[in-house]
């Protein structure tokens, strides 16, 4: 996966899901080196994150969250055909399960997020997804 891989993602987006919404704010910052995740859930669970993706000439794109709930993850990126995934290395947290977020059907102005679980990185299962739509220019 290349440097640009994430130049879909840079802008401003509405986010919408079954029983909510929110917005995201994606930045390249540090001289272009780093992508700059800010994601803001509404009612009826508020909450806050925020990533920081880098990539590595060697190691490709690495991803790291943390958020409001006191979540931390580290990512590793890769992509095949149009599909953008960032999952875990590993297992993480007391459920000792893969985690990872799969950006598809990716448009200059849409995409679908899915956040998945897996206890072996075979199987997995959808817990949240979302639907992205850019925000207009104001």
């Known amino acids: 996966m290349g440097p640009d891989a994430l130049d879909f993602w840079i802008g401003g987006w509405d986010c919408t899901w079954a029983g909510g919404g929110g917005t995201n704010s994606i930045t390249r910052e ?8 800010r ?9 806050t994150g925020m990533s920081v993706s880098v ?14 709930n006191g979540s931390y993850w580290h990512f590793v ?21 893969f985690k990872r977020m799969v950006f598809s059907d990716i448009s200059a102005d849409a995409f679908h ?3 998945e679980s897996s206890p072996d990185a075979v199987a997995w299962t959808e817990r949240w997804a979302i639907d992205y739509r850019r925000r207009a220019e104001r």
């Open 30 to 37: 540090l001289d272009g080196a780093v992508v700059v995740e």
């Open 39 to 47: 994601f803001e859930a509404g009612a009826p669970q508020p909450f």
């Open 55 to 68: 990539h590595d000439a060697d190691a490709g794109w690495r991803q790291t969250w943390v958020d409001s």
């Open 77 to 97: 990126g890769t992509q095949h055909d149009g599909t953008i995934t960032f999952a875990t290395p590993g297992p993480v947290d007391a459920d000792k399960a």
């Open 113 to 115: 997020w899915r956040w």
